[in-house]
């Protein structure tokens, strides 16, 4: 099992900038993909981004150019860095992970960007 939890969401203007954490505890051995989903209301969860345990990264269009992810194997941690946040990135975000085959989620935190 491996359990998720996520920090660094909040209430942000549009251009501001946001960075969420997320830690995981509970596997015996490395993680493999990690990364970030986000869902707003009414609509269906997406992919934000995603990092491999080597390193590489893929993100949603929508974000390319505005948003990084990193991820720290020593800690089993990932980091989403948000900048020039729009009204539209407004959801709530969930970290990823997966681990032998297995998908796990955190529980989400919620990002408002809002004037």
């Known amino acids: 099992q491996v359990q998720l939890v996520e920090s660094g969401g909040g209430l942000v203007q549009p251009g501001g900038s946001l960075r969420l954490s997320c830690a995981a505890s509970?596997?015996?051995?490395?993680?493999?993909?990690m990364g970030w989903y986000r869902q707003a209301p009414g609509k269906e969860r997406e992919l934000v981004a995603r990092?491999?345990?080597?390193?590489?990264?893929n993100y949603a269009d929508s974000v390319k150019g505005r948003f990084t992810i990193s991820r720290d194997n020593v800690k089993k941690s990932v980091y989403l860095q948000m900048n020039s946040l729009k009204p539209e990135d407004t959801a709530v975000y969930y970290c990823?992970?997966?681990?032998?085959?297995?998908?796990?989620w955190g529980q989400g935190t919620q990002v408002t960007v809002s004037s």
């Open positions: 990823s992970a997966i681990w032998l085959g297995s998908i796990y």
């Open positions: 509970g596997s015996s051995s490395s993680i493999n993909s």
């Open positions: 990092i491999s345990s080597g390193g590489i990264s």
